[in-house]
């Protein structure tokens, strides 16, 4: 069964210092998430990217994020300038069509900021 | 603004049993409801999504009912099994493209 694929499983950076990403969603998916959980707590949403822009973002999704689909498979998340506060896992996830479909998560990135 | 809740926070049964895990949530204009499992360290895995004009869904041994009315969820696990052990998390979607988690109940089936 295809998955959603993550890279790398664990990063760790210095505060301040830029991380990205990289998620490969299913193949024929159209609808691309990004969703991250700090230890302990809960899953929370961060963006949804849609026919080559972001069609929806919370408000933890501020300046320091951005996503991009650079070509037809890689689906990156930017974090410009790491804070203690990133480190959580984050977790891509993609779904064919927008509503009424089951979300398919990858098995996530361990982003930890020293 | 939705906010999903999961009682108990932890459950730990003998293999066998049957067991629910609730979830309740405060906006009843919810367009769907899913339940995820989550093992440790890894992603979350689509167990069953309830439409919002759908009382309940089954998927092998586990049944999942939608209340509307009263914004609570259950999911049933039918002779649990060792295999069950996870963290379960039950998410709504309302009218827009996120989904709003609850903490989720990190269940232990005993052998």
């Known amino acids: 069964e295809p998955e959603v694929t993550q890279t790398p499983s664990h990063q760790v950076t210095q505060m301040g210092q830029e991380v990205i990403l990289r998620c490969v969603p299913i193949?024929?998916?159209?609808?691309f998430y990004w969703y991250r959980q700090i230890l302990g707590q809960k899953v929370e949403f961060l963006v949804s990217?849609?026919?080559?822009?972001?069609?929806?973002k919370s408000e933890i999704f501020d300046d320091q994020f951005s996503v991009e689909r650079p070509d037809g498979s890689n689906f990156t998340l930017k974090i410009r300038s790491t804070k203690l506060e990133d480190s959580a896992m984050y977790f891509c996830?993609?779904?064919?069509?927008?509503?009424?479909?089951?979300?398919?998560f990858g098995n996530g990135t361990r982003l930890t900021v020293t | 603004k939705q906010e999903v809740t999961q009682i108990p926070a932890a459950l730990s049964v003998p293999e066998g049993e049957n067991l629910v895990l609730n979830c309740s949530f405060t906006?009843?204009?919810?367009?769907?409801l899913q339940w995820f499992r989550q093992d440790p360290g890894k992603g979350l895995t689509s167990l069953l999504l309830?439409?919002?004009?759908?009382r309940e869904q089954t998927s092998g041994r586990l049944n999942a009912s939608l209340d509307k009315s009263s914004g609570r969820s259950t999911l049933y696990i039918a002779a649990s099994q060792p295999g069950d052990s996870a963290t379960y998390l039950c998410?709504?979607?309302?009218?827009?493209?996120?989904?709003?988690f609850g903490k989720g109940t990190k269940l232990t089936v005993n052998p």
């Open positions: 996830a993609s779904i064919r069509s927008s509503y009424n479909s089951p979300l398919h």
């Open positions: 193949s024929n998916h159209l609808y």
């Open positions: 990217f849609y026919n080559n822009e972001i069609s929806e």
């Open positions: 906006d009843s204009a919810i367009y769907n």
């Open positions: 309830i439409q919002s004009s759908q």
């Open positions: 998410a709504g979607q309302g009218g827009s493209e996120k989904l709003v």
